[in-house]
Structures are given as structure tokens and as C-alpha cells.
């Protein structure tokens, strides 16, 4: 397992940077598979151990690495499932976990919600980068045709604090994670027109 200070959502594509011995030790192990598990720190540091870590993760899957000159490894992972976390194992050379898949309920996604929640999604961003020019932002991002890889791509899209990341990773049934994602942008789209009108610029995640 490798502890992050951030939720990778399945289909989502993310960089890490591993340096520690012990994860590089983990990047060894996993190698023939090229999968690993990450979950949410919620209080402590992601260097040097320690850490207090959510129960609900996502495994990822290797899609390259580049290793450098000073040892530190950077790799680009896709999260493809969502694990639940029963026993963590000794953190000796790094941290383990028994887990076990943690499956969606079996409901089909309702177009309506899947749609309104996309158009809220793309108009918060769009508000987004006009508080923050300087930031990169896709506002018309390609979308998967399959309405669950949709909607975790929505996951994924969405500007919330790491808090609301896990509260939407943690709900199982789709259309609530829709639901509550639109509840976000609603939420952070009346954030941004405030700091809009009086021309406060502030990190995006707050």
C-alpha cells in the first residue's frame, strides 16, 4: 500500500513520485503485476511512517516509470478499482494490507443525473480558470462513453478539498457520488463568483 495525502479515483491517470527506500522496495516487489494499493492519510505525513490511514483505497496500475539520476522514481498510475481496507499488516519494509474489492452497488446510473452533473462539473471549472489563469485547465475534456467510467471521470474533474475526495470515493452507490458531486459545484461555484466579485484569488482547494 502507498499512504497519499490525495485520493486516486478509478480512471483517474496520476504522477507520483516515489523516493523513500521502503516504496522503492514496493515498486521492486510489485514489478510482475505493475499494481499497487493507495489510500487516504488522514493525519500524519506521507514521508517517514507513522500516519493514520483510511479504511477505503483504490488499486493502481503501473502505466510507466522514469527513474533518476538521484535515486527517485517517477511513475504515472491509473487507478482501476476500489479496495476496502480489513487488516493493515506490519509496516515492515512497507506498509501491507488485507484487503478485499470493494464493488459498486449494482444500479444503473440515471442519464438525467449523469448529465446535469457533467454540465455542473464543466461550469465549475470553467469559472475555475478564470480565478486561476495560470492554471491548466481542460474545461471540454474528453468523456468515456461507458456511464461508469464517466462518472468516477467526473470524480477525477471535479475542484473539492481531499475531504470531499473521500466522501465521494466512499459512497457505493453511483448516483449518489453523482448527487454529491453536484452538491460540491453548487457549493464551490457560489465560493468562486464571491472571489470573483471582490477579486480575492485564493488555492483552489481549500
Known sequence: MFPLGMVVFPHQVVGL???EPRYRQMLSDVAQEDQFGTCLIERGSEVGG????????????ILGAHHLIDGKTLIMVEGISC?????????????????????????AIEPALLKSTQSAVRALRNLQSELFADQCLQINCEMDVD??????QLCSMTPMSVLDQFKVL???DPNDRLRLLAEICCER????QRMLATDISAPPFV
Open 50 to 61: 507513522y500516519d493514520q490511514r483510511t479504511s477505503v483505497g483504490t488499486v493502481v496500475q
Open 147 to 152: 456511464p461508469w467510467v464517466r462518472s468516477w
Open 189 to 192: 461555484y457560489g465560493d468562486y
Open 170 to 172: 466512499s459512497l457505493s
Open 83 to 107: 479496495v476496502e481496507v480489513s487488516t493493515w499488516l506490519n509496516d515492515d519494509p512497507y506498509p501491507r494490507a488485507l484487503v478485499s474489492e470493494r464493488c459498486c452497488d449494482d444500479v
Open 17 to 19: 513520485c516515489v523516493f
